[in-house]
């Protein structure tokens, strides 16, 4: 799993990725915290319309939301898989945390609310 170079040096790219673990952390926590935001803002805004949706609307507002779910399910999983290969705990627990309380508060709170 260590990668060497000719002279026999073993700190390779698996130990610099290693200790870069809480950079990283940081990075995507942003990075998560920001693509929520952006995913929640559409769905919210497909769904503006004026006066009842027609068809062609309700199918946009549709196709719209399944491309947010997938996005989000797909940069959750990817995120959780890639952190878990190089096995860098603190980016994965912050990914996770990042993505998943977000909504969940915002779900709380809206179930709270009506």
């Known amino acids: 799993?260590?990668?060497?170079?000719?002279t026999g040096n073993s700190?390779?790219?698996?130990?610099r990725l290693r200790r870069a673990d809480a950079p990283v952390a940081?990075?995507?926590?942003?990075?998560?915290?920001?693509?929520?935001?952006?995913?929640?803002?559409m769905a919210i805004a497909s769904g503006i319309?004026?006066?009842?949706?027609?068809?062609t609307q309700q199918a946009e507002?549709?196709?719209?939301?399944q491309l947010a779910e997938r996005l989000y399910f797909g940069w959750l999983?990817?995120?959780?898989?890639?952190?878990?290969?190089?096995?860098?705990?603190?980016?994965?627990?912050t990914h996770l945390v990042c993505m998943v309380v977000p909504p969940a508060a915002l779900l709380?709170?809206?179930a709270a609310a009506g």
């Open 108 to 110: 709380a709170y809206l």
């Open 49 to 55: 319309t004026f006066g009842a949706p027609d068809e």
């Open 1 to 6: 799993m260590y990668e060497t170079d000719t």
């Open 61 to 65: 507002m549709d196709a719209t939301n």
């Open 11 to 15: 700190a390779g790219w698996y130990r």
């Open 26 to 41: 940081v990075l995507a926590g942003v990075g998560d915290i920001l693509l929520c935001g952006v995913l929640f803002w």
């Open 77 to 93: 999983a990817g995120g959780l898989l890639l952190s878990g290969l190089f096995r860098l705990t603190r980016s994965a627990l």
